[in-house]
């Protein structure tokens, strides 16, 4: 082939509740802007990744389930770069999400890793109760609740679909930001090379005053304690100015911005190519 080759991997539709259609955009989109700058682009499915697929030059990705991410990893480790690599969205699972954070001590949520069929101490209540491994998929996967019982109820319902762990959170009061950054590269302020925020919309804003350049420092270190180059999440600001991280995961939709999120994300996309290339 005369142009380089490369992959885009659709995000799995059980992985994209009320989301699919946005996750799949930003994906074309970024597909797109590759296109224009000289690579040859196949859209898939994660289902169809097949060994006898011709070796791509290279594969931006925004699929989660851990078995598509053994089988990409395959080709990580034959030198193809994968954006984001296989174990940077394995990372984002919040078991790991949680060690990794400690290990480079990374500011965040206070949580609490527990058993689903065992008996917990909950603590201080209204608590958060989400599944240990992947984001939120479906009713259930996170829960607010306000009384014990509501947390063993939570507890029990994610036992009876097979999930072992869950994290306990502690339910912080402010306003509930959202954000998007892209590459682990530091601004002289310290922020990701690209960043942008907003507020949920699901809220009643109280506009608590806080630095923006503080939350882009703490995600650009939790990303890259992470490995992740493209990534979004939440993060609360509490009356008194704080900001509390509450959450990050591989390549969200960027709906907001997805016009210029999607050609910065083709051009770092593009640099990472193209070192393989040479």
């Not at 659709?10 to 989301?19: D, V």
């Not at 097949?50 to 480790?77: K, S, T, Y």
């Amino acid at each position: 082939m005369s142009e380089p080759y490369c992959w885009g991997i659709f995000r799995e539709q059980e992985h994209s509740p009320g989301r699919e259609n946005d996750d799949a955009e930003i994906l074309r989109l970024t597909g797109k802007h590759l296109e224009a700058r000289g690579f040859q682009v196949t859209f898939k499915t994660p289902e169809e990744i097949g060994p006898a697929d011709p070796r791509p030059l290279g594969v931006f990705l925004m699929c989660e389930r851990l078995e598509i991410l053994d089988r990409l990893h395959a080709l990580e480790v034959r030198g193809i770069p994968l954006v984001n690599s296989p174990r940077a969205v394995l990372n984002t699972y919040r078991e790991r999400m949680i060690a990794l954070f400690d290990e480079a001590n990374v500011a965040f949520i206070e949580s609490r890793l527990v058993a689903t069929d065992a008996r917990n101490d909950v603590g201080a209540l209204p608590v958060w109760v989400k599944r240990a491994d992947v984001h939120n998929t479906q009713a259930g996967d996170v829960t607010f609740a306000s009384t014990r019982e509501g947390v063993t109820a939570a507890l029990e319902a994610l036992a009876a679909r097979g999930i072992r762990r869950a994290v306990i959170q502690p339910n912080v009061e402010g306003d509930l930001v959202k954000f998007y950054g892209i590459g682990a590269a530091a601004r002289s302020d310290g922020a990701p090379g690209w960043f942008r925020w907003f507020y949920h919309k699901e809220q009643r804003v109280a506009g608590h005053p806080f630095e923006p350049a503080q939350l882009a420092r703490a995600v650009r270190r939790a990303a890259l304690a992470l490995g992740l180059d493209i990534y979004g999440g939440d993060a609360i600001v509490t009356a008194t100015g704080g900001v509390v991280l509450l959450d990050v995961n591989a390549w969200p939709s960027f709906a907001l911005f997805r016009e210029e999120a999607a050609e910065r994300i083709a051009a770092h996309v593009a640099l990472r190519f193209a070192g393989a290339s040479r």
